[in-house]
């Protein structure tokens, strides 16, 4: 890995080496927090958990060859003998044990700080392009629209999963090597100060942000700190950057300037959520000008959603292979993102149309009794209501399993009721809720809509004990929670039958 020696390492962190001196010089081949993937030449980062601590392992890791550990802890509480002197290492015993095993060691006062330190510096020393994406819903599937885009031209790497936060940032980077020619990479935060740690690390070209809504609102407070909390990206927003925002979002609209920088604008505006809507000049209904909308939208049921798209260099239409309107939002970032990046129409396009869904991430599953829409990794009220309104251009008997949302602050209750309010208007058959808070998304439910079928569990096991004689053969059948709910045991199930 390019520019990290043990040295160098030691360096970055601020961490005290005790190895070998003529180590010191030798770069790492890889980093890892998983003992079980530990290798020769690699560095193994012991990370204290709820119920693992990674410096129980740090014998058995530098058995296995690994170059250097980086823990927090003092050589002489993992070590099985008495801690060696700095720059020398004490040989193992000849019978093979790890009662005298020693290595290469660097001690930091925090093991995540120092791997955030070293992905910083790395990143660095790559000097390869950074998009940086951020927002309260969303993140995740624009990640994989703009890297499906950028792959049409660059060698790119792309988080993995939600790999976002001040660990999974620095092991993303770590996955850089010199064949890569641009990364992409997902920031999410539920503090203040969050976003300004990540910002640091990753020092993005072009900023994204998706949209603010109702999430983390228990640390955050309201949309307005959540505003606060995400825009800590710019902090460390290059000097020759890019600010790419949705326009529809009445937060993000108010940011006319960042740092000197004039955002792109990315939307439907007001009048161009319908398909055949007229090719009108992009002004959203919060007064930002889109530079780049959508127009003539087409659902196609769950087969995914077409729609033109206007860049101001020219226009082009799509089909997008995921159903939903936030979709086409994030067609038309990808579309922002890849012009930035000197992609043509022609390839912004066909990589728009090569995108594949993610597991627990409106994930269509067609079984033989069911097609099961699994969207359970996680759920807010914004993306309740978009993965709802999908639901309603399926086939057959429409079905939403629906379970609690969490870290809404203390206006939790009524979230959930209103959202079972505007369920409760939409054209579905079923909505079976799970949770001691959905318990107010049914009465919501209920409440604006006595007609439709509404069934309640506390729990998520009483509801698998009932689960399949509430379903019949042919329903299309949404499963959304937040991801302490552990719905992906319902979609397992679902697909156990079938």
Not at 94 to 112: C, E, F, H, K, R
Not at 357 to 384: K, Q, V, W
């Amino acid at each position: 890995m390019k520019g990290l020696t043990l040295e160098r390492i030691a360096q970055v962190c601020g961490g005290t080496y005790t190895g070998k001196k003529e180590d010191l010089g030798r770069e790492i081949t890889m980093i890892t927090t998983d003992s079980r993937k530990a290798e020769a030449g690699g560095l193994f980062a012991a990370i204290k958990g709820e119920r693992v601590d990674g410096h129980d392992f740090i014998p058995s890791v530098l058995a296995q060859g690994a170059l250097v550990v980086l823990g927090e802890r003092e050589p002489s509480q993992w070590q099985k003998q008495p801690e060696a002197e700095k720059g020398s290492v004490s040989a193992a015993p000849d019978d093979g044990s790890l009662s005298g095993m020693a290595g290469n060691y660097i001690q930091v006062p925090s093991t995540v700080e120092a791997l955030g330190a070293i992905a910083e510096y790395y990143l660095e020393q790559l000097q390869i392009p950074v998009v940086g994406i951020t927002g309260s819903v969303g993140k995740t599937s624009t990640k994989e629209m703009i890297a499906a885009v950028l792959a049409q031209k660059y060698n790119v790497l792309k988080t993995d999963g939600n790999f976002n936060n001040a660990l999974g940032l620095p092991l993303t980077i770590f996955r850089l090597r010199k064949e890569h020619e641009i990364a992409v990479l997902e920031m999410g935060i539920n503090h203040f100060g969050e976003m300004h740690v990540l910002a640091k690390i990753a020092k993005p070209n072009i900023c994204v942000i998706t949209n603010i809504g109702e999430c983390h609102l228990e640390f955050l407070g309201d949309r307005d700190g959540v505003l606060r909390a995400k825009s800590e990206i710019f902090d460390y927003l290059r000097p020759d950057g890019a600010v790419i925002l949705n326009g529809d979002d009445d937060k993000l609209a108010q940011l006319r300037e960042v740092k000197g920088i004039r955002p792109v604008f990315f939307g439907l505006g007001e009048e161009k959520g319908i398909a055949g809507a007229d090719d009108i000049a992009g002004e959203s209904a919060a007064g930002a000008e889109n530079r780049i909308y959508a127009d003539h939208i087409e659902k196609k049921g769950l087969d995914g959603i077409a729609c033109r798209i206007h860049t101001g260099k020219g226009l082009f239409d799509v089909q997008i292979p995921i159903p939903g309107l936030h979709m086409v939002r994030n067609a038309l970032a990808g579309t922002a993102v890849g012009l930035q990046c000197g992609l043509t129409p022609e390839q912004i396009r066909a990589g728009i149309e090569s995108l594949q869904p993610l597991g627990g991430r409106f994930h269509i599953i067609h079984t033989e009794n069911y097609t099961i829409i699994d969207d359970c990794y996680n759920a807010n009220p914004m993306s309740m209501r978009g993965s709802l309104e999908v639901l309603q251009d399926a086939l057959g008997r429409r079905v939403a399993i629906l379970g609690d949302m969490g870290e809404l602050g203390a206006n939790e209750t009524q979230i959930h009721r209103e959202l079972g309010e505007y369920a409760g208007g939409l054209d579905i058959d079923c909505c079976i809720c799970v949770g001691l808070l959905c318990r107010h998304m049914a009465e919501g439910i209920r409440s604006a809509n006595p007609e439709l079928e509404t069934i309640y569990f506390e729990d998520p096991e009483a509801l698998l004990a009932n689960l399949l004689r509430l379903l019949k053969k042919g329903d299309t059948v949404l499963v959304k929670a937040s991801h302490f709910m552990h719905f992906e045991k319902i979609v397992e199930r679902l697909q156990a039958e079938s």
